[in-house]
């Protein structure tokens, strides 16, 4: 089972990018799906998540009304689309994958069970 992110790079702020989170492996339409990011020096933290049938979503209240998420479960894929990106939005962004994960859980890293190997996001002042 492998999750592989994409779409990273160095954008100037006020700029957009849309990462990439395909899977293989297995199908991922029965599972909930999430993006986490860790910025240098820094633990890692919740971004955004997505339900099994992408009718639900959270996001972290830094990034809400900026990014959406998204799912294609024909593809496998889940897209983060980051918009009026910011300094402070420079982090390695990690996709995860977990099924049955509870609303009140879908924040948290240990409901995900498999993680991507992370693309880097790097917004210029």
């Known amino acids: 089972v492998q999750l592989q992110a994409s779409g990273g790079g160095l954008v100037q702020a006020g700029g957009s990018l849309r990462l990439s989170c395909a899977a293989s492996g297995r199908t991922f339409s029965s599972y909930a799906r999430a993006w986490f990011r860790q910025a240098p020096g820094k633990e890692r933290e919740f971004v955004a998540a997505?339900?099994?049938?992408?009718?639900?979503?959270s996001f972290a209240d830094s990034v809400k009304c900026r990014f959406a998420i998204s799912k294609d479960n024909a593809k496998n894929a889940v897209y983060l689309q980051m918009n009026s990106l910011q300094p402070e939005d420079t982090a390695v962004y990690y996709c995860?994958?977990?099924?049955?994960?509870?609303?009140?859980?879908?924040?948290?890293?240990?409901?995900?069970?498999?993680w991507g190997q992370g693309t880097l996001v790097t917004v210029s002042s």
């Open positions: 997505i339900s099994t049938g992408g009718g639900s979503t």
């Open positions: 995860a994958a977990a099924r049955g994960v509870i609303t009140s859980e879908r924040k948290r890293e240990r409901a995900y069970m498999y």
